[in-house]
């Protein structure tokens, strides 16, 4: 479940 | 990026620009926790070091820059420029029972053991709970100054938008992420109570005050 983009949210 | 997550660090920033203007402006940070803002500070600092490693776009730096230097400014004019007016006696939350089950919990409960995951993590679960030295703040004074009200509904509606954010992503980009999305939960239903007040008596140009 984990985003690929990596952390991308503030 | 979604309207969202935009109009939620929009309302972020104006809560700690609204807050900041407030201790600026009236040269006092009265009714203010001053441990809120340490442990928002400290939020940023551990959710932010990949600000120089990990570049995802200029607005996702610009903003990581500017959360932590007003947050750090923050805590400079509460405990250092108007320390004066800093409001100790009722700014007693004791933060160390915070920091410490979070920062274990973070160790426990993580997508990856690596020190910059557990940060990150540790800094998701701190952020959920670090508004409640403030709420505590707010119980024991028994009221808030209007501008205080206005900072925590800003403050509160972010983290609310962004749950918004994460049913979009979902839905859109199939992005989920638990850790955040249950901290999110938590982090809004603190503020629940206080929406409530701030609906039925701020927006109606009373003084936020709780039932004694």
């Known amino acids: 479940d984990k985003d690929t983009k990596g952390k991308d949210e503030l | ?212």
């Open chain 2, 1 to 212: 990026m979604n309207i969202f997550r935009l109009v939620g660090d929009l309302s972020h920033l104006l809560a700690i620009f609204v807050l900041l203007l407030k201790i600026w402006k009236s040269r006092s940070c009265a009714g203010v926790s001053g441990k809120s803002q340490i442990l928002f500070a400290l939020v940023f600092i551990t959710r932010y070091l990949d600000l120089f490693t990990n570049f995802i776009s200029v607005y996702n730096s610009l903003m990581k820059v500017i959360f932590i230097a007003s947050t750090v400014a923050t805590v400079y004019l509460m405990y250092i420029k108007f320390k004066a007016t800093y409001d100790s006696n009722h700014d007693t939350f004791r933060i160390e029972f915070l920091v410490v089950p979070v920062g274990g919990l973070a160790f426990l409960v993580n997508h990856d053991f690596t020190p910059l995951e557990i940060l990150w993590t540790f800094s998701i679960y701190l952020e959920s709970v670090a508004i409640l030295p403030q709420l505590f703040m707010i119980s024991k004074t028994g009221e808030a100054e209007t501008i205080t009200s206005h900072y925590l509904f800003a403050l509160g509606s972010y983290r609310a938008l962004y749950l918004l954010n994460w049913i979009y992503r979902y839905y859109f980009e199939g992005y989920f992420d638990l850790i955040a999305v249950v901290a999110g939960c938590v982090q809004t239903i603190l503020y629940c109570d206080f929406f409530y007040l701030y609906i039925t008596k701020v927006m109606w140009g009373k003084k936020l005050s709780l039932p004694a």
